[in-house]
């Protein structure tokens, strides 16, 4: 689950599942691990990041493994507010409970799993088909109201838990979308692109 404010183009996310992302290592992959695909593929293709389009991957590896997805359940209230975001947005992530791990760029608009695909060695896939908990995606694809969504984002600049940022007077909200306007947010943002400095560079893939 991720939670996201948004403001003048700005947003802030919450994510429950830690973030550990480089944004200076540039070459990562997809990695389909529901085929079969292991450390061996990542050392082969000499990567020094890779996802799974999960919170968590299995893959016992040096290389860093980064969570790149966004999802919400129910489109009466989740997935709906997922629709304020929009490509070009900057998502604040943040672990509950730990602080500010990283900042990424909106890439995509909402999608449904079903309709979502995820780039793997082999081309891009449906994210049901190669995705961690694809099963229990596929169960309530067809249900617009039970079904996952995503939003696709590529980090600009992220550190680990280890690393996070915290401070009293940060915003906070338990949505999974808002739209701020409070100065306590406007100050948040001006503190996330201080530390994050990378926040506004081009995204890496």
Known sequence: MAFAYKWAGLLLCCCAASVMAQAQLKKGVGLTESAGLGDRHLQDLQ????????PQSAVQSSAQFVPMVFS?????AD????????????????IPQTGF???????ESVQSAKDFTVPTPEGDRSALDVLQHGPLYRATADDPEQAEYFVRVKWLHAVDAAHAFNEVGLFGNQNTVCQPRAAKWRHTVERLK????????????
């Open 47 to 54: 990567v020094a990041w890779y996802y799974n389009w999960g």
């Open 72 to 76: 919400a359940r129910s489109i009466r």
């Open 79 to 94: 997935s709906q507010t997922l629709k304020l975001l929009s490509p070009g947005d900057r998502v604040w992530v943040k």
């Open 101 to 107: 791990v990283g900042v990424g760029e909106v890439t």
């Open 194 to 205: 201080a530390v994050f400095v990378n926040w506004n560079s081009p995204s890496q893939s």
